[in-house]
């Protein structure tokens, strides 16, 4: 109760039913990649000890102390070469030259945006037929001693696979002896002259 003059000089009393609320106090430590806003709006670009205040439960001021880390998000930029199709950091699959944009996340838990710089080239595919007598060397260098296809890969100009099917003849040299009695010189049958 309380009492205080009214109007007319006289004792005015008053009841009060009073609740008595209290402030509180918390602490936080909140880490951001980029700027932070805190419960009552502020904004927070840098790390820091900052105290911000909003109404508790029972409408008294709730003093909120923010240990603030505020992580930087990081970029970079590459220049890849590929055949066909280049798989990105992420994950991401391009199968076309461009400037593509990528985003994992960095050591501090940001975003790491990479600048791609791309250039694809093809692999190529040819088919061809061959023959030879006894033994085939591909193009690659491997050797084959008998007839069929075969597949022989190398690079192209671009650097990439060039992927060749051979429809591969062998033919088998043969061997004779023959006798031979001449006068003077001997022509064989190559036109070769022995003396």
């Known amino acids: ?102 985003t994992i996340t960095n050591m501090m838990g940001c975003d790491s945006v990479i600048t791609i710089q791309l250039s694809i080239s093809n692999s190529t595919t040819s088919s061809i037929t061959a023959s030879a007598c006894d033994m085939y060397t591909a193009p690659s260098g491997a050797t084959y001693t008998m007839s069929g296809t075969i597949v022989d890969v190398i690079l192209n100009a671009a650097g990439c696979d060039s992927t060749m099917t051979i429809q591969l003849t062998i033919r088998t040299s043969t061997n004779s002896a023959i006798g031979a009695v001449a006068c003077n010189s001997y022509t064989a049958p190559s036109g070769a002259v022995f003396t």
Do not use: K
């Open 1 to 102: 109760m309380d009492t205080i003059p009214n109007m007319a000089g006289c004792d005015s009393i008053i009841t009060i039913n009073l609740v008595v609320g209290n402030t509180t106090n918390s602490s936080i430590g909140p880490v951001s990649c980029g700027p932070y806003t805190a419960p009552s709006g502020a904004v927070y670009s840098t790390s820091g000890l900052f105290f911000d205040t909003i109404p508790n439960f029972s409408g008294c001021d709730s003093i909120i102390m923010i240990n603030l880390v505020v992580n930087a998000p990081s970029s970079s930029s590459i220049g890849v070469n590929a055949c066909d199709m280049y798989t990105a950091p992420s994950g991401a699959m391009y199968t076309s030259s461009g400037l593509y944009m990528d």
